[in-house]
């Protein structure tokens, strides 16, 4: 953390961040974002979404830790923000698992024609009626 | 001061009545002095009286459907009243709405705001020693924000009514003709409401404790809502998105719940309930914290076991967010998804047994006295076994298969929110009442209506697990014939717990007319609420209190002169104050 | 660790005297706070629970995302192709942009550095305003075409651009023209009234408003990637470079019309391209130039799961493998319990029929069809709608949200120029900042997870 200088009034808890570090994260965010739209013209097949989520993911990070100032806050604030992400996690996984086992039928897999795309096609009707 | 009681060496230092008749009720005048009041104090007074009306409400709605359910056929909206008062309605149609906004008023504008928005915002600074909440215009908007959802619930109510059961569930709140988007915007504005109040709640106990008074010398009501907090902030804003998605659902029909677009209403359900169970806790969590100081206080013993309770809030909360599937073991869950929440679900009675088992041991030899907050404070343990125990059944996966959707569940979660969390506000109510507008109410008064309330709460819902394991499922008008005698007892109990609730009631409004002045102590409480005048200055404190153990009862006595408890200290210099005084930060400063 | 009973020994007098709470504050400070430093502290634990509320009001969106996206990632990779990355990838810079203006504008105010913080934050502003103005491009473009959420969703893929209909685009741009106008009548009365204050604030307000015509002047420019007079020539090419060589399929495909185009349907081919498709086009170009035929295959192979008419009159196209699935279907259709692949098969027959004549886009038969109709086709109120839907429910919170954050930056540039923050008292701007960096945060993920699916 930066060092504490004490203003005449006795109490000084600003912590400007030198402006040089901003203007580098703002240059690496953009960067980041020229890759992640450039990786988009390549097919990179099931890796695509972790790939793009690992981009967003650094981007995020660097947005909280500098210009959120995360990285130079009180431990409780982050705790706060990562905590945010975990219940995030514990909902959208609990809800996705559930949904992903009882429309089990519905995962059209495209690799293998004489398997599963009637397995698809099937299930799209099935999926269709049933609703 | 001379006292009865106190040993010599020692001296008083209690604030006894209050010198100069200026406190927090009389320091400004007129209604606009009311609405605009920033104070943490008022706005909790303003909630009371806001929560007591919705739950008037509310619970004449609930008289309603026991008079109904009085007759194999219906008894009450059969009356020709209510063919001349809504012409066009069936009378199933009628009990269907009053059912469902009993339920949708009962969660949404009492049970959730009661202890922690009314009880807590007069509590949690006072108990806390700091001058106001960390927001106060937050707190007051909070308020209003109550104000506009309940006008949205009426709207829905004057509009066309309410019949989707409070779960809002879909698909059928997106195609039935009564205001559902009324009430879900009412419902979504309560949100932010309670967001609002945990928020301040958190900033307050991690930034406004003063000197001295460390994470493990707060009072466990302070625990408790921390807890509470912790669950208002966090899943709160998933119901907001859920009702925002329903309503949406509704307008445009986005088809992420609407099965005719191919969406999921069990997705509906999942986002529901991953607030709507945690939302249980936020309604029973303060209803703990408030029986942790009444047992404690009145058996005049320390709380046994301080940190675990302190830590089983804290876990309840984090645990209750990992089980909300159990409200969906038959709504066509994966099998694999079931199992998990239902061996999840058993792991949150484990911080509950601990507080219960708590709560026995601090009254085990500690002295007792049977006033008013205590009789509520023991039918609260007893009640809130029987109903957390009826949880397990329904956690189990192959009892819940015959017993979900049936009065057993309405028997379950009544004992839980109505013996449970009720019960521990009226205690709440009764043990503060002294310190909240300065009288002293009618004790025997209070204890009647303790039993009262006891009696016919059991008469009420005990018949209720019978009707239930019997296979009377909930929401149905009628039944057959063979449960009337059942229901008819459920009936009378509760018109029995409505007489019970209006001797309350009346109680306190007569201590208002007739109260004898409150002394500061009247209980011989050791928390800092305590140590200002009843009614509290604005400022809560003329001097500023010393932040001691909240459970040390050693040092208060009775005083058998004033008649009243006063706390004592040995006789020495005054300790001169530190100049660098700085104010207490999150976490870590415990030592 | 201090037990509840080691209590006594350490009892601290609490700050004495609450009464005298007044002389020694500043103005800054409240009256329940001791220290700035409290103050400042308490409002940015707030803010951060604030923002942990905000994380989980948009998780509700990004779980019905996970949830439909693992469901049918064929949809959402069609539908993708309609949103212009392009435009995404512009306001993510500009979003990123005003997070480094507004971080900046935080280390002023704590510095004390006045001018700069209120010249910061009005750029701030602009940026935010040009968000909302290339989305008013995006939405009014989608809305004309039809692609909405699933209840109202009308796009037919044989006539994308149907006659009429409201101008959107006005429509949006209405209330900002209002607000624009009132701006300037304000600047200029204050100016007249020589209200020195008044026209401090209203001058950057000015720009403020201006830019947001400015987003609308930049996203039709990248809209429409060219001039309007090259638009329809250009894309005749593109539609025939699409049928004969297949090059350019890989930045339409997805779309029904992909079917039509090989039916050498001329007129239809020009009519349903819209602005996006050139785009993409135009896209697929700048980016993917290398567009090569395996890629094109490839794309083929992803839209073997949308049954094309086309098929079954041309089994020796270059989907080959759906007919084999064709193939496979009838064989497993033979056995008499399985009604719904024959069901299924009855409605391919049924589609291809109709699909000899012209392809008419019937979407009464379609809403009642998730039930009757077995076609798979993407572009339906249930698929594509859907998509649409959750689109529109994600930015339209998100761009709520900037909304917002317009509210609250306008009321902080005011109490910039009015020189209001000081070193002991910056939390505003600090707050603010963050909720910003927030909305930008969250656009982070919005971005990639709309724009960039393939
Ligand atoms: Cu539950």
Same mark, same amino acid.
């Given at each position: 953390?930066?060092?504490?200088?004490?203003?005449?009034?006795?109490?000084?808890?600003?912590?400007?961040?030198?402006?040089?570090?901003?203007?580098?994260?703002?240059?690496?965010?953009?960067?980041?974002?020229?890759?992640?739209?450039?990786?988009?013209?390549?097919?990179?097949?099931?890796?695509?979404?972790?790939?793009?989520?690992?981009?967003?993911?650094?981007?995020?990070?660097?947005?909280?830790?500098?210009?959120?100032?995360?990285?130079?806050?009180?431990?409780?604030?982050?705790?706060?923000?990562?905590?945010?992400?975990?219940?995030?996690?514990?909902?959208?996984?609990?809800?996705?698992?559930?949904?992903?086992?009882?429309?089990?039928?519905?995962?059209?897999?495209?690799?293998?024609?004489?398997?599963?795309?009637?397995?698809?096609?099937?299930?799209?009707?099935?999926?269709?009626?049933?609703? | 001061?001379?006292?009865?009681?106190?040993?010599?060496?020692?001296?008083?230092?209690?604030?006894?009545?209050?010198?100069?008749?200026?406190?927090?009720?009389?320091?400004?005048?007129?209604?606009?002095?009311?609405?605009?009041?920033?104070?943490?104090?008022?706005?909790?007074?303003?909630?009371?009286?806001?929560?007591?009306?919705?739950?008037?409400?509310?619970?004449?709605?609930?008289?309603?459907?026991?008079?109904?359910?009085?007759?194999?056929?219906?008894?009450?909206?059969?009356?020709?009243?209510?063919?001349?008062?809504?012409?066009?309605?069936?009378?199933?149609?009628?009990?269907?709405?009053?059912?469902?906004?009993?339920?949708?008023?009962?969660?949404?504008?009492?049970?959730?705001?009661?202890?922690?928005?009314?009880?807590?915002?007069?509590?949690?600074?006072?108990?806390?020693?700091?001058?106001?909440?960390?927001?106060?215009?937050?707190?007051?908007?909070?308020?209003?924000?109550?104000?506009?959802?309940?006008?949205?619930?009426?709207?829905?109510?004057?509009?066309?009514?309410?019949?989707?059961?409070?779960?809002?569930?879909?698909?059928?709140?997106?195609?039935?003709?009564?205001?559902?988007? @009324?009430?879900?915007?009412?419902?979504?504005?309560?949100?932010?409401?309670?967001?609002?109040?945990? @928020?301040?709640?958190?900033?307050?106990?991690?930034?406004?404790?003063?000197?001295?008074?460390?994470?493990?010398?707060?009072?466990?009501?302070?625990?408790?809502?921390?807890?509470?907090?912790?669950?208002?902030?966090?899943?709160?804003?998933?119901?907001?998105?859920?009702?925002?998605?329903?309503?949406?659902?509704?307008?445009?029909?986005?088809?992420?719940?609407?099965?005719?677009?191919?969406?999921?209403? +069990?997705?509906?359900?999942?986002?529901?309930?991953?607030?709507?169970?945690?939302?249980?806790?936020?309604?029973?969590?303060?209803?703990?914290?408030?029986?942790?100081?009444?047992?404690?206080?009145?058996?005049?013993?320390?709380?046994?076991?301080?940190?675990?309770?302190?830590?089983?809030?804290?876990?309840?909360?984090?645990?209750?967010?990992?089980?909300?599937?159990?409200?969906?073991?038959?709504?066509?869950?994966?099998?694999?998804?079931?199992?998990?929440?239902?061996? @999840?679900?058993?792991? +949150?009675?484990?911080?509950?047994?601990?507080?219960?088992?708590?709560?026995?041991?601090?009254?085990?030899?500690?002295?007792?006295?049977?006033?008013?907050?205590?009789?509520?404070?023991?039918?609260?343990?007893?009640?809130?076994?029987?109903?957390?125990?009826?949880?397990?059944?329904?956690?189990?996966?192959?009892?819940?298969?015959?017993?979900?959707?049936?009065?057993?569940?309405?028997?379950?979660?009544?004992?839980?929110?109505?013996?449970?969390?009720?019960?521990?506000?009226?205690?709440? +109510?009764?043990?503060?009442?002294?310190?909240?507008?300065?009288?002293?109410?009618?004790?025997?008064?209070?204890?009647?209506?303790?039993?009262?309330?006891?009696?016919?709460?059991?008469?009420?819902?005990?018949?209720?697990?019978?009707?239930?394991?019997?296979?009377?499922?909930?929401?149905?008008?009628?039944?057959?014939?063979?449960?009337?005698?059942?229901?008819?007892?459920?009936?009378?109990?509760?018109?029995?717990?409505?007489?019970?609730?209006?001797?309350?009631?009346?109680?306190?409004?007569?201590?208002?007319?007739?109260?004898?002045?409150?002394?500061?102590?009247?209980?011989?409480?050791?928390?800092?609420?305590?140590?200002?005048?009843?009614?509290?200055?604005?400022?809560?404190?003329?001097?500023?209190?010393?932040?001691?153990?909240?459970?040390?009862?050693?040092?208060?006595?009775?005083?058998?002169?004033?008649?009243?408890?006063?706390?004592?200290?040995?006789?020495?210099?005054?300790?001169?104050?530190?100049?660098?005084?700085?104010?207490?930060?999150?976490?870590?400063?415990?030592? | 660790?201090?037990?509840?009973?080691?209590?006594?020994?350490?009892?601290?007098?609490?700050?004495?005297?609450?009464?005298?709470?007044?002389?020694?504050?500043?103005?800054?400070?409240?009256?329940?706070?001791?220290? &700035?430093?409290?103050?400042?502290?308490?409002?940015?634990?707030?803010?951060? !629970?604030?923002?942990?509320?905000?994380?989980?009001?948009?998780?509700?969106?990004?779980?019905?995302?996970?949830?439909?996206?693992?469901?049918?990632?064929?949809?959402?990779? %069609?539908?993708?192709?309609?949103?212009?990355?392009?435009?995404?990838?512009?306001?993510?810079?500009?979003?990123?942009?005003?997070?480094?203006?507004?971080?900046?504008?935080?280390?002023?105010?704590?510095?004390?550095?006045?001018?700069?913080?209120?010249?910061? !934050?009005?750029?701030?502003?602009?940026?935010?305003?040009?968000?909302?103005?290339?989305?008013?491009?995006?939405?009014?473009?989608?809305?004309?075409? %039809?692609?909405? &959420?699933? %209840?109202?969703?009308?796009?037919?893929?044989?006539?994308?651009?149907?006659?009429?209909?409201?101008?959107?685009?006005?429509?949006?741009?209405?209330?900002?023209?209002?607000?624009?106008?009132?701006?300037?009548?304000?600047?200029?009365?204050?100016?007249?009234?020589?209200?020195?204050?008044?026209?401090?604030?209203?001058?950057?307000?000015?720009?403020?408003?201006?830019?947001?015509?400015?987003?609308?002047?930049?996203?039709?420019?990248?809209?429409?990637?060219?001039?309007?007079?090259?638009?329809?020539?250009?894309?005749?090419?593109?539609?025939?470079?699409?049928?004969?060589?297949?090059?350019?399929?890989?930045?339409?495909?997805?779309?029904?019309?992909?079917?039509?185009?090989?039916?050498?349907?001329?007129?239809?081919?020009?009519?349903?391209?819209?602005?996006?498709?050139?785009?993409?086009?135009?896209?697929?170009?700048?980016?993917?130039?290398?567009?090569?035929?395996?890629?094109?295959?490839?794309?083929?192979?992803?839209?073997?799961?949308?049954?094309?008419?086309?098929?079954?009159?041309?089994?020796?196209?270059?989907?080959?493998?759906?007919?084999?699935?064709?193939?496979?279907?009838?064989?497993?259709?033979?056995?008499?319990?399985?009604?719904?692949?024959?069901?299924? !098969?009855?409605?391919?027959?049924?589609?291809?029929?109709?699909?000899?004549?012209?392809?008419?886009?019937?979407?009464?038969?379609?809403?009642?069809?998730?039930?009757?109709?077995?076609?798979?086709?993407?572009?339906?109120?249930?698929?594509?709608?859907?998509?649409?839907?959750?689109?529109?429910?994600?930015? %339209?919170?998100?761009?709520?949200?900037?909304?917002?954050?317009?509210?609250?930056?306008?009321?902080?540039?005011?109490?910039?120029?009015?020189?209001?923050?000081?070193?002991?008292?910056?939390?505003?701007?600090?707050?603010?900042?963050?909720?910003?960096?927030?909305?930008?945060?969250?656009?982070?993920? !919005?971005?990639?997870?709309?724009?960039?699916?393939?």
């Amino acid at each position: 953390m930066s060092a504490h200088e004490n203003s005449p009034e006795g109490y000084d808890f600003a912590h400007p961040l030198p402006l040089p570090l901003l203007f580098g994260v703002f240059l690496i965010l953009v960067l980041l974002t020229i890759i992640t739209v450039a990786q988009a013209s390549f097919d990179l097949g099931s890796f695509d979404v972790l790939i793009v989520m690992a981009i967003a993911t650094i981007k995020g990070l660097l947005v909280a830790a500098f210009f959120m100032h995360l990285a130079f806050d009180k431990p409780f604030n982050i705790l706060c923000f990562v905590s945010s992400f975990v219940f995030v996690g514990l909902f959208i996984m609990f809800t996705l698992f559930d949904n992903r086992a009882t429309n089990q039928d519905d995962i059209p897999v495209m690799d293998d024609a004489v398997v599963t795309a009637p397995a698809e096609t099937t299930s799209a009707a099935m999926t269709t009626a049933g609703t | 001061m001379s006292a009865g009681s106190v040993p010599s060496g020692y001296e008083v230092s209690d604030p006894g009545f209050p010198t100069k008749e200026e406190n927090y009720l009389t320091n400004s005048k007129g209604i606009l002095s009311w609405m605009f009041t920033l104070d943490h104090k008022r706005i909790g007074m303003m909630y009371l009286v806001g929560v007591s009306v919705a739950f008037l409400v509310a619970g004449l709605l609930a008289l309603g459907i026991r008079l109904h359910l009085l007759a194999p056929d219906g008894w009450l909206f059969n009356q020709s009243i209510f063919q001349w008062l809504a012409p066009e309605k069936a009378p199933n149609d009628i009990y269907n709405q009053v059912f469902t906004l009993h339920g949708a008023i009962m969660v949404f504008l009492f049970i959730i705001p009661s202890v922690p928005a009314a009880l807590g915002n007069f509590l949690v600074p006072v108990m806390l020693g700091a001058k106001d909440v960390a927001f106060p215009r937050l707190n007051l908007s909070s308020f209003y924000l109550w104000v506009a959802g309940a006008v949205f619930f009426v709207m829905a109510l004057l509009a066309s009514g309410l019949d989707t059961g409070w779960t809002f569930y879909t698909p059928y709140s997106t195609t039935t003709d009564s205001s559902v988007i @009324l009430a879900t915007t009412g419902a979504f504005i309560l949100g932010f409401s309670s967001i609002f109040t945990g @928020l301040n709640f958190i900033v307050t106990i991690n930034t406004m404790r003063p000197p001295g008074m460390t994470w493990f010398r707060m009072p466990l009501f302070l625990w408790a809502t921390y807890a509470t907090s912790i669950i208002q902030v966090l899943a709160t804003p998933v119901l907001g998105i859920t009702l925002l998605l329903l309503i949406a659902e509704r307008t445009m029909h986005i088809g992420i719940f609407d099965p005719e677009y191919n969406g999921d209403p +069990v997705t509906f359900q999942h986002f529901f309930w991953f607030y709507s169970h945690p939302a249980v806790y936020i309604m029973i969590l303060p209803a703990f914290g408030i029986i942790s100081e009444l047992i404690s206080v009145h058996s005049h013993k320390r709380i046994f076991g301080y940190r675990f309770i302190a830590y089983s809030s804290i876990a309840i909360a984090l645990l209750g967010f990992l089980v909300w599937g159990h409200h969906m073991f038959t709504a066509g869950m994966s099998q694999m998804t079931t199992i998990i929440f239902s061996a @999840l679900t058993f792991t +949150v009675s484990v911080p509950s047994a601990i507080k219960v088992f708590n709560w026995l041991a601090t009254m085990w030899k500690g002295s007792i006295s049977l006033t008013t907050p205590m009789m509520y404070a023991i039918s609260f343990i007893f009640l809130f076994t029987i109903g957390g125990l009826t949880g397990l059944h329904l956690g189990t996966l192959a009892t819940d298969q015959h017993l979900h959707d049936t009065y057993f569940v309405v028997a379950h979660f009544h004992y839980v929110m109505v013996g449970g969390t009720l019960v521990a506000f009226l205690g709440g +109510v009764f043990h503060w009442w002294p310190k909240m507008v300065g009288v002293m109410y009618s004790e025997l008064g209070g204890r009647i209506s303790a039993v009262l309330v006891f009696l016919g709460f059991n008469l009420t819902f005990l018949p209720q697990f019978v009707l239930g394991s019997r296979g009377m499922p909930r929401r149905y008008a009628t039944y057959d014939p063979e449960f009337q005698s059942l229901h008819a007892m459920s009936t009378y109990g509760a018109l029995l717990l409505g007489v019970g609730l209006f001797f309350a009631l009346g109680v306190l409004i007569h201590s208002l007319l007739r109260g004898k002045r409150a002394p500061a102590n009247p209980w011989g409480g050791a928390t800092l609420e305590w140590n200002c005048t009843s009614p509290p200055p604005f400022y809560n404190f003329d001097r500023a209190p010393v932040v001691g153990d909240p459970y040390e009862f050693g040092d208060i006595v009775w005083d058998s002169v004033q008649e009243r408890y006063v706390k004592i200290e040995p006789k020495r210099e005054v300790v001169p104050e530190t100049p660098a005084e700085q104010p207490a930060h999150a976490g870590g400063k415990d030592e | 660790m201090a037990t509840t009973d080691a209590g006594h020994t350490s009892d601290v007098h609490v700050h004495e005297g609450h009464d005298s709470h007044d002389h020694d504050h500043p103005s800054y400070l409240a009256h329940h706070f001791d220290t &700035p430093e409290q103050q400042f502290d308490s409002g940015k634990l707030g803010m951060w !629970l604030f923002l942990v509320t905000e994380i989980l009001f948009f998780s509700g969106m990004f779980c019905a995302y996970a949830i439909f996206r693992a469901w049918r990632p064929e949809v959402f990779e %069609g539908c993708s192709q309609f949103l212009n990355t392009k435009l995404g990838a512009i306001n993510t810079g500009v979003l990123l942009f005003s997070s480094f203006t507004m971080a900046w504008a935080v280390r002023c105010a704590q510095l004390e550095e006045h001018k700069k913080l209120a010249s910061l !934050l009005a750029t701030t502003l602009c940026c935010a305003m040009v968000f909302l103005g290339v989305k008013a491009i995006e939405y009014s473009h989608k809305w004309h075409l %039809g692609l909405l &959420p699933a %209840g109202l969703f009308t796009y037919d893929p044989a006539n994308p651009h149907p006659e009429g209909g409201p101008n959107y685009l006005a429509y949006i741009c209405a209330p900002f023209a209002v607000a624009t106008i009132g701006v300037v009548i304000w600047l200029v009365v204050a100016f007249i009234r020589d209200a020195k204050f008044q026209v401090a604030v209203a001058k950057p307000l000015v720009f403020v408003c201006l830019s947001f015509f400015g987003g609308v002047g930049l996203g039709m420019i990248l809209e429409s990637g060219e001039t309007p007079e090259h638009h329809g020539s250009d894309h005749v090419a593109a539609v025939h470079g699409d049928a004969e060589h297949g090059e350019h399929s890989g930045a339409e495909h997805g779309d029904a019309e992909h079917g039509d185009a090989e039916h050498g349907d001329a007129e239809h081919g020009d009519a349903e391209h819209s602005d996006t498709e050139d785009s993409e086009a135009e896209h697929g170009e700048g980016q993917q130039g290398d567009a090569t035929d395996p890629e094109a295959a490839d794309v083929a192979e992803v839209e073997s799961t949308d049954p094309q008419p086309v098929v079954l009159q041309d089994p020796g196209s270059m989907m080959r493998d759906e007919s084999d699935d064709l193939v496979v279907l009838e064989r497993l259709a033979s056995d008499a319990t399985n009604t719904g692949l024959q069901d299924e !098969l009855s409605a391919r027959r049924a589609q291809s029929q109709l699909s000899e004549g012209a392809i008419t886009y019937d979407r009464t038969d379609d809403s009642s069809a998730t039930i009757a109709s077995t076609d798979d086709n993407v572009l339906r109120p249930s698929r594509a709608g859907v998509f649409f839907s959750i689109y529109y429910c994600m930015t %339209g919170v998100h761009a709520i949200h900037i909304l917002a954050g317009v509210g609250v930056l306008i009321w902080l540039l005011v109490r910039a120029i009015r020189q209001d923050f000081n070193r002991n008292y910056f939390g505003p701007v600090d707050y603010v900042g963050l909720y910003w960096h927030l909305v930008d945060l969250i656009w982070i993920y !919005l971005f990639p997870l709309m724009y960039l699916i393939r």
